[in-house]
């Protein structure tokens, strides 16, 4: 892969193969950030299931400690007084049938899907549009919910789903690189014991086998799976 002269440049300074703690990789990433935005603090997560298995499938949600820095675009499916908590927990787009259809149309203005139990036989049409990019509402995501005033005002805040892509990594944001480093910290290590606790009954082995870490457009840095966060948490960043 070509890479451009930034890049290569605060490349020079880090190790491919030789780990580094995760608070002293979350300093240098912020460190060595070059792009005119707000790159966000990237983790890809190597974990040792086998993601053909139905069962050894990792998902789950978190809630970030201190957000992903990211407010995303939320869309409900609901109607009556459910439709109303959507509206007032913040939802960007609330409806029922008539939102159905717009989204069948090829409209997708939109991150998040949530849907109402009741609304699920007319929002299962748009399992063609929303499946491939993984917009579909699924009770396992906690997306199909009675609760709606809560997830969406979860999700405003930072609520996250994890799950493992064909080859069993998980790839996942854990903020921005203008956070404060003690803030990703606390996100990195809320984010990992949640991994750990969804981890199958039937994984076998070491679970998690490597996590690489790296803002958008900058280079990756292993992370040194001994060494926990917390130990170095307070330093100045």
């Given at each position: 892969m070509k890479r451009g002269k930034n890049y290569i440049?605060?490349?020079k300074d880090r190790s491919?193969?030789?780990p580094v703690s995760p608070f002293s990789a979350i300093k240098w990433i912020k460190e060595h950030s070059f792009a005119k935005f707000d790159e966000s603090v990237d983790l890809s997560i190597n974990l040792g299931v086998d993601p053909k298995k139905a069962d050894q499938i990792v998902r789950g949600t978190i809630v970030l400690p201190n957000g992903?820095?990211?407010?995303?675009?939320?869309?409900?499916f609901a109607q009556g007084e459910k439709a109303a908590e959507a509206k007032n927990a913040g939802a960007d787009y609330v409806g029922g049938?008539?939102?159905?259809e717009k989204v069948s149309g090829?409209?997708?203005?939109f991150d998040i899907c949530i849907s109402t139990p009741d609304m699920m036989k007319s929002v299962g049409k748009l399992g063609k549009v929303l499946g491939p990019?993984?917009?579909?509402?699924?009770?396992?995501?906690g997306t199909v919910t009675m609760e709606i005033e809560k997830t969406v005002r979860?999700?405003?805040?930072?609520?996250?789903?994890f799950r493992t892509d064909k080859y069993g990594v998980i790839h996942i944001s854990i903020g921005r690189v203008s956070f404060d480093a003690n803030k990703l910290a606390e996100n990195y290590s809320a984010l990992i014991d949640a991994i750990i606790k969804a981890k199958p009954s039937t994984a076998k082995g070491k679970y998690i086998k490597s996590i690489y870490m790296s803002s958008t457009m900058g280079p990756s840095l292993k992370i040194d799976l001994n060494k926990s966060v917390e130990s170095e948490m307070g330093e100045v960043a």
């Amino acid at each position: 892969m070509k890479r451009g002269k930034n890049y290569i440049e605060k490349a020079k300074d880090r190790s491919r193969t030789v780990p580094v703690s995760p608070f002293s990789a979350i300093k240098w990433i912020k460190e060595h950030s070059f792009a005119k935005f707000d790159e966000s603090v990237d983790l890809s997560i190597n974990l040792g299931v086998d993601p053909k298995k139905a069962d050894q499938i990792v998902r789950g949600t978190i809630v970030l400690p201190n957000g992903s820095g990211k407010v995303p675009k939320i869309l409900v499916f609901a109607q009556g007084e459910k439709a109303a908590e959507a509206k007032n927990a913040g939802a960007d787009y609330v409806g029922g049938d008539d939102l159905v259809e717009k989204v069948s149309g090829g409209w997708l203005d939109f991150d998040i899907c949530i849907s109402t139990p009741d609304m699920m036989k007319s929002v299962g049409k748009l399992g063609k549009v929303l499946g491939p990019r993984k917009l579909m509402p699924n009770p396992k995501s906690g997306t199909v919910t009675m609760e709606i005033e809560k997830t969406v005002r979860e999700i405003k805040k930072g609520r996250l789903e994890f799950r493992t892509d064909k080859y069993g990594v998980i790839h996942i944001s854990i903020g921005r690189v203008s956070f404060d480093a003690n803030k990703l910290a606390e996100n990195y290590s809320a984010l990992i014991d949640a991994i750990i606790k969804a981890k199958p009954s039937t994984a076998k082995g070491k679970y998690i086998k490597s996590i690489y870490m790296s803002s958008t457009m900058g280079p990756s840095l292993k992370i040194d799976l001994n060494k926990s966060v917390e130990s170095e948490m307070g330093e100045v960043a």
